[in-house]
T-cell receptor, first 114, second 109 residues
């Protein structure tokens, strides 16, 4: 069966510090991968998605970046965090051709920037 | 910017009643529509998806789609306190899903 792992689960970072969130998927090949952010009291905002190794699409211009170094690994990074980067970050995967399937979410990473 | 809109709520219904959740979308080219449930502090989980105009039933849940009017709805029959959560509407856009801000549902005993 397929599983998705996301870490760390919780982190508190000072403004200006770097960030690295990691996500891995097991039990499937060539998944579509996604990073969403949910700010307090708000909906899910798509940040990045990837349909293959090295292929990253950015939805929102910001100080975050994403990379997909391996087929089932997706990394969200920042060189310098802003207060506005606080939120609940969710990694998700789907089979290719999304409209035939659903998104499977990780457990989330709660980031607080102070 | 393609958008998905939902009333943020909260929508409060008594136990046993029908809860009706609505969603509108802007992209007429969208083909697939999803309802996710998210408990506080947790990840969203899929409840239902619908591709064709009309109704689709699954247990206590019914999804309704009207592409001409660009709206999707979710009905929850015999609402239970355990249904209290935020319900997110999502619409496909090529390789990704666009989510609404969610409607918070409260079911009181």
């Amino acid at each position: 069966s397929q599983t998705i792992h996301q870490w760390p689960a919780t982190l508190v970072q000072p403004v200006g510090s770097p960030l690295s969130l990691e996500c891995t998927v097991e039990g499937t090949s060539n998944p579509n991968l996604y990073w969403y952010r949910q700010a307090a009291g708000r909906g899910l905002q798509l940040l990045f998605y990837s349909v293959g190794i090295g292929q990253i699409s950015s939805e929102v211009p910001q100080n975050l970046s994403a990379s997909r170094p391996q087929d089932r690994q997706f990394i969200l990074s920042s060189k310098k965090l802003l207060l506005s980067d606080s939120g609940f970050y969710l990694c998700a995967w789907s089979v290719a051709k999304l409209n035939t399937g659903e998104l499977f979410f990780g457990e989330g990473s709660r980031l607080t920037v102070l | 910017q393609k958008e998905v809109e939902q009333n943020s709520g909260p929508l409060s219904v008594p136990e046993g009643a029908i809860a009706s959740l609505n969603c509108t979308y802007s992209d007429r080219g969208s083909q697939s529509f999803f309802w996710y449930r998210q408990y506080s502090g947790k990840s969203p989980e899929l409840i239902m998806f619908i591709y064709s105009n009309g109704d689709k039933e699954d247990g206590r849940f019914t999804a309704q789609l009207n592409k001409a009017s660009q709206y999707v709805s979710l009905l929850i029959r015999d609402s239970q306190p355990s249904d209290s959560a935020t319900y997110l509407c999502a619409v496909d856009n090529t390789d990704k899903l666009i989510f609404g801000t969610g409607t918070r549902l409260q079911v009181f005993p």
